[in-house]
């Protein structure tokens, strides 16, 4: 429902999906009243854990919209998905996470205008991933705006990263690589 906040106590996470359960979450807010999820004390020190997606078995997960949603102040990373089928984010911003800003494995989300902001460490990381990113804006991470490793192509349009210390897109391994259009 727009104009949700949620107020996540320290050390808890939102899990959708597990070895045995599809799971999946729509989270639609609107421009003017986004869908917030964040630590209930304001610090990513003792933060919450963030939105975990999640199907190691690898059996096609479930599908997962989030549309005008921010994610806030997590102690580890706002987003995580391993091996889940379907993800969009469309209008998503994750801020000042302690680790990363969102971390794909073995995933293929479709990003359209997500901003990633004030990351620790990494804006993004895609490993063994083949994220499609159109719009948005990666800003002030700690250390690559956006890194993939293992196979995947990520494929990365009209996305600005601004004011990263190392490396705007870092593509490490011998099968992976990255399509840049307009970055």
Same mark, same amino acid.
């Given at each position: !429902?727009p104009n949700? !906040?949620?107020l996540?106590g =320290?050390?808890?996470?939102?899990?959708?999906?597990?070895?045995?359960?599809?799971?999946s979450?729509?989270?639609?807010?609107?421009e003017?009243?986004?869908?917030?999820?964040?630590s209930?004390t304001?610090s990513?020190?003792?933060g919450?854990l963030g939105?975990y997606?999640? =199907?190691?078995?690898?059996?096609?997960? #479930?599908?997962?919209?989030?549309?005008?949603?921010t &994610?806030?102040?997590?102690?580890?990373d706002? &987003?995580?998905? %391993?091996?889940?089928?379907s993800i969009?984010l =469309?209008n998503v911003t994750?801020e000042r996470?302690?680790? %990363? +800003? &969102?971390y794909? $494995? #073995?995933t293929?989300?479709? &990003?359209r205008n997500?901003?990633v /902001?004030?990351s620790?460490?990494?804006? !993004?990381y895609a490993s063994?991933?083949?994220?499609? /990113? !159109? +719009?948005?804006?990666?800003?002030?991470? *700690?250390?690559?705006a %956006?890194?993939t490793? *293992?196979? #995947?192509i990520?494929?990365?349009?009209d996305? $600005?990263?601004?004011?990263?210390?190392s490396y *705007?897109? %870092?593509?490490?391994?011998?099968c992976?690589?990255?399509?840049?259009?307009?970055?």
């Amino acid at each position: !429902t727009p104009n949700t !906040t949620l107020l996540m106590g =320290d050390y808890t996470a939102i899990q959708i999906g597990s070895c045995y359960n599809r799971g999946s979450i729509l989270a639609e807010g609107s421009e003017a009243e986004p869908i917030v999820m964040r630590s209930r004390t304001g610090s990513s020190a003792t933060g919450w854990l963030g939105l975990y997606f999640y =199907d190691a078995c690898q059996n096609a997960g #479930g599908n997962s919209i989030l549309r005008n949603v921010t &994610l806030s102040l997590p102690r580890n990373d706002n &987003l995580e998905s %391993y091996y889940y089928n379907s993800i969009v984010l =469309d209008n998503v911003t994750s801020e000042r996470a302690a680790r %990363y +800003g &969102l971390y794909f $494995q #073995g995933t293929s989300p479709t &990003l359209r205008n997500v901003d990633v /902001w004030g990351s620790a460490n990494i804006g !993004t990381y895609a490993s063994q991933s083949s994220p499609v /990113w !159109t +719009g948005g804006r990666i800003n002030n991470t *700690g250390g690559a705006a %956006y890194q993939t490793t *293992g196979c #995947g192509i990520s494929t990365l349009r009209d996305l $600005q990263i601004d004011t990263t210390p190392s490396y *705007g897109v %870092y593509a490490d391994g011998t099968c992976n690589g990255a399509q840049l259009y307009n970055v």
